[in-house]
């Protein structure tokens, strides 16, 4: 019984490899197609590749392990040089990769074994090892032959892993190979951890060897040549002083293990690091998203409880008991913030998913794409990956397909031939800010105004910006797209987008330029996740303003307009003339009156290029904040974010800076039309 | 050179490969155990390190039973490893097929 479920552990986590390894592998091949002849990237696509066989043998998946080590069989084929792929090869490569992930589904889905492969797609893979002719120059490229530089000779000994046979590894392939690198003077095998047959496992590796090599490549040179196996063998390189005078390649009996001069020899730092990374591995685990969320909900419900106790402990003056509560507060606030940074992931892993969807879609259309990726290490909470990764492919195709000119038109209008597709995330004031931006055609703005008239979205008199123009693409059901292609335009709009960035609480905008491309920009609030605060009070009431938006902070200006309405206004900051909202007015707590022998501050905040003031009874101070979403009820309420528990167990409310900067602004764009009016206007609120 | 020297030709024929290095093992213990002097290895196919590291055990073995194993025969996947390795000196005593 138990052993039932410690299998299907085990198999869970076979599964989550195999897809980690075959996203890997899907990696490289998109860089080795990019760059066929970077060895590096051959190695880590192999790697990949046999990762997966390995552990597929392990539970005795037979055709996973005779399909993939027909596909590790071209790559070794490439490594050795013998092959140099045509186009149509990485095709195959590509198509490989999905089988591969087709099978790991059936298992997934409870297969006692894939299904075995049609024996045409194996004998295409066959024919592709065999039949195409060996590159007449080598077609990889060695760090010997780029360091055409001073030769110099190392002495290198390799003692491989007693695993090494099992893991796939001939150490006789590692020495054929050495050739290529460098001129192999001498070579001797270490034999004498071969043991008698009877004391032998006929599948263990007990060979080493030791050669001399004259590279111009150094060092790297050699580990490169190794790096294959680096988990599966100990290297030992150092500089060969003495020039071995042709020595011959004989039967060594070598005089024991060559430890006497071990002091000496640089020892490869390659075989530990691996080791470290086995060690990562292991201190690596596997934990279901909803354990976490459980746990991060437990820790909020202590932090409350803490400050419950350390109330308690205040009323009964009892300072051992207060100084034991606030000892207990500190833990389960650094508790906190470690549970909330589990749950925080990398956008990078969902940007690269998007690098063969460009491929594959590209190759579909006949275009030239380069997808560039930055920020892919920017962190945001792993539920929001997951919703923003549907609306991040949709308007990742529609850059592909609407956006990015055929390369002819494009070599026509002056551009590279090749489009440029580019991704990049980074925070930006207490919010997670996604881009999508492509260097195609821009949006067809008389085409889209043609269309929204035709839809009745918008009169045709109306005098329109450009920029309120390209939001239209925004509206429901709205798409220009002359034909509808297979990759998208397939009914689902831009709208779906939208509503989608919406409903998490984001804002999506797109910024166009004939001729020159479309940049699309999401900004999401990082929910759920701990942002520096600046915690003020007005009226009694706790609001927090993402520190990233704070600019500075100031007294209350003796000189400032206040508008009509009561609640916002303008002021002036060395000359510049900026309005500010009275949040005391603006959420009602005490419209008008003003505090006997307080002292009001501004606080200045920024969202994007506009600065606003907000009207504050006190500053308390930078705060750390775990953004708590508000519940449905709240989901018209303006200004607010968020909210978030205090240490005292009380409510602070998170204030919704980009909110509040558009009310302010608008409310200043307001005032002014109604000065031309002749009235007064109340601010839009 | 005995009787036992002459094994049924393809026992130890075919590939000498990792796959089936187990196999191969078991038999080799055999020969050696019954006091072999000689092995024949011309029926040999591929060959790989695994294949190698048997012969070199079974000379161990045949030497801590006070023996000289002459493997003889060698084809010329055999050699090419072998030489590879440095240890061409291993099938000296071998005669071309």
């Known amino acids: 019984m138990s052993d039932d479920s410690l299998l299907a552990e085990a198999r869970g986590t076979y599964i989550e490899e195999a897809r980690e390894m075959l996203a890997q592998f899907e990696q490289m091949l998109l860089a080795l197609e990019a760059d066929p002849h970077d060895a590096e990237t051959l190695n880590a696509a192999f790697r990949a590749a046999h990762t997966i066989k390995g552990s597929s043998g392990l539970f005795g998946f037979r055709a996973v392990v005779e399909f993939t080590h027909e596909v590790e069989a071209v790559l070794d084929a490439m490594r050795q040089g013998t092959l140099s792929l045509p186009g149509e090869g990485f095709g195959l490569l590509f198509e490989s990769c999905d089988r591969i992930e087709a099978m790991v589904a059936e298992l997934e889905a409870g297969a006692p074994d894939a299904t075995p492969l049609d024996p045409a797609l194996l004998g295409r893979l066959a024919a592709l090892r065999t039949a195409v002719p060996a590159a007449p120059s080598p077609a990889v490229r060695t760090a010997a032959a780029e360091g055409a530089g001073s030769s110099a000779d190392w002495r290198v000994r390799v003692r491989f892993t007693q695993d090494a046979l099992r893991n796939g590894f001939d150490p006789a392939s590692f020495i054929h190979y050495l050739p290529r690198v460098g001129e192999l003077h001498a070579i001797a095998t270490v034999d004498d951890a071969v043991p008698a047959l009877e004391a032998m496992d006929p599948e263990s590796c007990y060979l080493a060897f030791e050669f001399l090599l004259r590279t111009g490549g150094g060092r790297e040179a050699i580990e490169a040549v190794f790096e294959f196996a680096r988990e599966d063998c100990e290297l030992e390189i150092e500089p060969a002083s003495t020039p071995v005078a042709g020595a011959a390649p004989v039967d060594t009996r070598a005089p024991g293990e060559p430890a006497s001069d071990r002091g000496t020899a640089e020892r490869r730092v390659e075989p530990r690091r691996s080791e470290d990374r086995r060690a990562d591995d292991v201190r690596t685990i596997r934990v279901s998203a909803d354990k976490l969320d459980r746990l991060i909900d437990l820790i909020g419900e202590l932090v409350i409880a803490g400050s419950g106790a350390r109330l308690v402990a205040a009323q009964e003056s009892n300072p051992r008991f207060a100084e034991a509560a606030l000892r207990i507060a500190n833990l389960v606030e650094e508790a906190r913030d470690g549970a909330l940074q589990l749950r925080m992931v990398q956008i990078g892993e969902t940007f690269v998913r998007f690098q063969r969807v460009v491929r594959d879609a590209a190759k579909a259309l006949g275009k030239d794409i380069e997808l560039v990726i930055t920020g892919g290490d920017t962190e945001l909470d792993k539920s929001m990956v997951e919703l923003i990764a549907d609306p991040l492919m949709h308007l990742v195709r529609n850059s592909v397909d609407h956006g990015i000119e055929a390369p002819a038109d494009r070599v026509a209008a002056g551009k590279p031939a090749r489009g440029r597709l580019a991704l990049n995330a980074f925070h930006d004031s207490g919010a997670i800010v996604v881009e999508v931006a492509d260097d195609g055609r821009g949006l067809d703005r008389a085409r889209i105004l043609a269309k929204a008239v035709e839809r009745g979205l918008v009169h045709a008199e109306q005098s329109m910006s450009d920029e309120e123009i390209d939001q239209l693409i925004f509206a429901p059901g709205f798409s220009t797209a002359a034909q509808v292609t297979d990759i998208s335009g397939r009914g689902v709009g831009m709208d779906v987008v939208k509503r989608n960035i919406e409903a998490l609480r984001g804002t999506v905008h797109l910024a166009s330029e004939p001729g020159r491309g479309t940049t699309t920009q999401i900004r999401l609030p990082l929910t759920l996740a701990i942002i520096d605060g600046f915690l003020v009070n007005v009226r009694g009431v706790h609001y927090i303003v993402p520190l990233e938006a704070v600019v500075e902070c100031i007294e209350r200006p003796a000189e400032h307009a206040l508008a009509a309405d009561g609640r916002s206004g303008h002021f002036e900051l060395r000359g510049q003339v900026l309005p500010f909202v009275d949040l005391r007015a603006f959420f009602g707590v005490d419209a008008g009156a003003t505090p006997a022998g307080s002292r009001q501050s501004l606080l200045v905040v920024r969202y994007g290029p506009n600065k606003v003031g907000l009207l504050v009874d006190r500053l308390m101070g930078e705060y750390q904040t775990v953004i708590k979403p508000l519940g449905r009820l709240f989901a018209d309420v303006r200004g607010i974010a968020g909210s978030t528990i205090l240490g005292t167990g009380g409510v602070a409310l998170i204030l919704d800076v980009a909110a509040l900067v558009g009310i302010a602004n608008r409310g200043a764009t307001a005032r002014r039309g109604a000065q031309h009016r002749g009235r007064t206007t109340g601010v839009g609120g | ?97």
Request: glycine letters at 12%; one cysteine or more.
């Open chain 2, 1 to 97: 050179v005995t009787a036992d020297d002459t094994p049924p030709a393809d026992a130890l024929a075919g590939d000498w490969t990792i796959y089936r290095a187990a196999e191969l093992h078991a038999l080799l213990r055999e020969r050696i155990d019954g006091g072999v002097e000689q092995l024949d290895l011309s029926g040999i196919g591929d060959f790989d390190s695994s294949g190698l590291q048997l012969l070199l055990a079974a000379r161990r073995s045949a030497a801590a039973a006070g023996r000289e194993l002459r493997l003889t025969g060698a084809p010329q996947p055999v050699r090419a490893l072998c030489d590879t390795y440095g240890l061409g000196a291993l099938l000296e005593g071998s005669s071309t097929p």
